[in-house]
């Protein structure tokens, strides 16, 4: 059984820093994308970062609300995605989330190029 659990989830403060984990088990995601999405209070799931796994180049693509504050990165050899999340701001509030492809190729934004999802950490920007 596939499962994605993130973690690293916390409340800050506005300019703080926070770094989030996401752990897959069941299947080896070494070659497919993955990806962070977030959800805020009453809004739609939103695309953060997405890098690519060893079947497709190499290859990262940021959100604009993460573009030169967020840092998205993996770990091949443990099957660990990670989000570094800097100068964080309250607009950053959300559920993120952690996503799995199974595809091989590119380096997907949109939530249904992901197959598997984990249940999601809260992030709370606030003074």
């Known amino acids: 059984q596939v499962q994605v659990v993130e973690s690293g989830g916390g409340t800050v403060q506005p300019g703080g820093s926070l770094r989030l984990s996401c752990a897959t088990s069941?299947?080896?995601?070494?070659?497919?994308?993955m990806g962070w999405f977030r959800q805020g209070p009453g809004k739609e799931r939103e695309f953060v970062a997405a890098i690519s796994g060893s079947g497709g180049g190499v290859g990262i693509l940021y959100g604009d609300p993460a573009k030169g504050r967020f840092t998205i990165s993996r770990d091949g050899a443990t099957n660990m995605l990670y989000l570094q999340m800097d100068s964080l701001k309250v607009e950053d509030t959300a559920v993120y989330y952690c996503a799995a492809s199974s595809r091989t190729q590119g380096v997907p934004a949109t939530t249904d190029s992901y197959h598997y999802w984990g249940q999601g950490t809260q992030v709370t920007v606030s003074s």
């Open positions: 069941g299947r080896d995601f070494s070659r497919n994308p």
